[in-house]
């Protein structure tokens, strides 16, 4: 059955390839980014918003832009990767821990805060939120300090708000996509985007009120968190 799904993050990367992917399988999408203008085109029968996933105030014009219409799916794939290395990283400067935490974790937040009236008139709609295996404490390997705190946050952040939305019927998850092959991923990742994307939508439309606050790949195996 067709559904209405909102994806944030959809320049580039996994977040463009899900919503090509869901709308070519008869979904309404409804496709966020930072600058629609500048981005590579997306197919015409994707609507096109623009938002910037730090800032409330864009989320309040996108929520206003959305008055009405029912959300059955929202995807936070919006994300930042500055800083690859250990201690010594030039990168992890306080404005590359504001922009990753703002972005990573802060995004998903404001996003759900504006889009939950939008969520409630679904009915039972999802949740789910792009985090990393690399946000597992259990998993944890050092460098990429400010990447590993941001997605550990947004694993936190799916598990609170699965409980908190749980009276409303609306279920969350958090999903690992696998090290994809994307301008952040680079050529070395062994995940294919394509493949990717076909696992999180299936993963997605298995999220339920039963396992909502699930943290897992794309190919649903369980992460310790």
Known sequence: MPQTILITGTSRGLGRELAIQAQQRG?????????????????????????????????????????????????CSAGVFPGRGGLREAQCTELDWFIGLMTNVAGPYFAVRALLPNLRLAGRAKVAIISSAMGSSENAAGGSYIYRASKAGAVNLARNLAVELAPLGIAVGAYHPG???????????????????????????????????????????????
């Open 27 to 75: 979904d309404r999408v409804i496709a966020t980014m930072r600058a629609p203008h500048a981005s590579p085109a997306l197919p015409p029968e994707i609507e096109v918003l623009p938002l910037e996933v730090t800032k409330t105030d864009a989320h309040a014009e996108l929520a206003r832009q959305m008055e009405g219409v029912a959300i059955d799916l929202l995807v």
């Open 179 to 225: 090290w994809v092959r994307t301008d952040m991923g680079t050529g070395a990742a062994p995940v294919d985007l394509n493949h990717s994307a076909t696992g999180l939508l299936e993963r997605f439309a298995e999220l339920s009120s039963e396992t909502s606050g699930i943290f897992e790949d794309y190919l649903g195996n369980p992460i310790p968190f």
